[in-house]
């Protein structure tokens, strides 16, 4: 039996925190910090946040209901739509009704399984380049994991077009994504996006660089001799159904939302995994050991299926360190969920964070133990208990590209590297995806 493991989380306070303290401070900046005990053992919340209705429903078939059964009354919030329209635009997670539905059809060839397994070989050159920079000593892995999953999902959907992973690049989006915080706030309080602070600025900043790279990008896509790539595929799959300024501006949106949702959140889960096995070195050493004797058959598309315990590990990172801890809809009609009733404009928010700890659906929920992942155990569980990647129609459609990638890149690593705690206390931070406070530094010693 592997000694009981439980990994940091944020303070529970005894009595729940009141809604309006997750407008600033550290409850703005984490948003899973704040949540009381109670948040983790009840069948259902509700918060009233400056006049807005929020459900939290937090039973596996209340979820369904909302996610799948009944779908088609629940839209991506139009606030949320308004904090992401300067980046995202109408892209893919931000469009509703037939204009989601034209655009899922066109990406999801590009993620269907034969697709993500012939991108296993790339995952692999990725992680091994990035690993030759490597002399030992403490290493920050969250900033290895992001640049790694950023070359990725440049060379698998931009034909690795260096103006999106220069270190400029790099620092633009960054501040993009911390900009949003910011912006939040604004936004929910019905004020139009202004920057107030350095961080907001440089945040609308970083907005820009991107959105002007992928408009260069995607106009590039429309001339003769331009590469066969994700993006090329999409330009044109577009203009096949709308104007060439709308198909522009969507693939612009698309190209945006591909390429942040794609490499941030799998950088996330590589961190979170890494932090895991740093402090579980026996553990370590048997994915370290599985790792070598998966890779010497190669880096071949089949290689994730020869990592079973590696793939549990990731699974149980997902589940205590969802990259993205809450999404949220909007009802467009009235309903009920778990006896409540739900208004048209509610808000419901669905929190992977407090579902994936909820003391009802799991044993001892805060012990790390990948067990409960393995192929037995995974049986008897209620399918939208876990939900990493959300469900039903708008399930993630990277989900299967996001598994490959973690274990390829976790693989390649692991086998050649060992990861050790630095004894350093870790705190959980971000505003939409999960990250660790001030990155995640690491003592890297080459195996021999
Ligand atoms: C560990 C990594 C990842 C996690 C935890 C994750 C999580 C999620 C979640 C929870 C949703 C559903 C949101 C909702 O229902 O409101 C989602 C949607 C989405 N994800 Fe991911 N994702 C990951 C990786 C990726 C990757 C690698 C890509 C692309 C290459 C991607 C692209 C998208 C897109 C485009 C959507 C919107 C789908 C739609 O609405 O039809 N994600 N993701």
Redesign the pocket.
């Known amino acids: 039996m592997a000694e009981r493991f439980v990994p940091p989380y944020p303070p529970r306070p005894a009595a729940p925190v009141p809604s309006w303290r997750g407008l600033y401070g550290e409850r703005a900046r984490t948003l899973v910090y704040g949540w009381s005990e109670r948040a983790f053992s009840e069948t259902y919340l509700f918060r009233k946040v400056l006049g807005w209705r929020v459900h939290i429903p937090l039973e596996p078939q209340a979820i369904q209901h909302v996610l799948l059964n009944n779908a088609a009354n629940y839209e991506?919030p139009r606030l949320v739509k308004t904090l992401l329209a300067p980046v995202i635009g109408r892209g893919?997670?931000t469009s509703d009704g037939p204009l989601?539905r034209a655009q899922?059809q066109i990406v999801a060839a590009s993620f269907n399984p034969p697709a993500v397994d012939a991108l296993v070989p790339v995952f692999a050159a990725q992680a091994e380049r990035r690993a030759k920079g490597w002399a030992g000593g403490v290493l920050d892995v969250a900033e290895e994991a992001t640049t790694t999953t950023m070359q990725v999902?440049t060379e698998a959907l931009f034909s690795g077009d260096k103006r999106l992973t220069s270190r400029t690049a790099l620092t633009h989006i960054a501040a993009a994504l911390e900009g949003f915080s910011e912006a939040r706030l604004q936004v929910l309080m019905g004020l139009p996006v202004f920057p107030v602070t350095l961080r907001g600025l440089r945040g609308l900043r970083g907005q820009a660089y991107l959105r002007r790279t992928l408009t260069q990008i995607v106009e590039e896509r429309l001339r003769p001799g331009a590469p066969d790539d994700f993006v090329t595929g999409m330009i044109h799959a577009l203009s096949e159904k709308y104007s060439r300024a709308e198909a522009v501006s969507l693939a612009v949106d698309n190209a945006a939302?591909?390429y942040l949702?794609?490499h941030e959140?799998?950088a996330n889960?590589i961190t979170w995994t890494l932090y895991l096995l740093s402090e579980q070195p026996d553990l370590q050493e048997a994915v370290a050991a599985e790792a070598q004797a998966a890779l010497a058959s190669g880096a071949d598309a089949r290689l994730p299926t020869r990592l079973p315990l590696l793939q549990s590990v990731v699974e149980e990172s997902?589940r205590l360190y969802?990259?993205?801890p809450r999404?949220d809809r909007e009802a467009i009609g009235e309903d009920e969920i778990c006896g409540y009733r739900v208004r048209r404009g509610d808000f419901v928010s669905i929190w992977p964070w407090l579902l994936h700890r909820h003391r009802a659906l799991w044993d001892d929920p805060d012990a790390f133990d990948p067990q409960r992942f393995t192929p037995d155990r995974k049986k008897g569980r209620h399918r939208f208990q876990y939900i990493?990647?959300?469900a039903g129609p708008?399930?993630?459609?990277?989900?299967r590209?996001?598994i490959a990638?973690?274990l390829t890149i976790l693989a390649v690593w692991i086998a050649r590297w060992s990861f050790g705690s630095v004894r350093r206390p870790v705190r959980l931070s971000g505003s939409v995806t999960l990250r660790p406070l001030g990155g995640m530094p690491l003592k890297m010693t080459p195996r021999s």
């Open positions: 991506k893919l997670l989601w899922r999902i939302t591909f949702a794609g959140t799998t889960s997902l969802p990259a993205a999404f990493p990647f959300g708008r399930t993630c459609v990277g989900a590209f996001a990638e973690a």
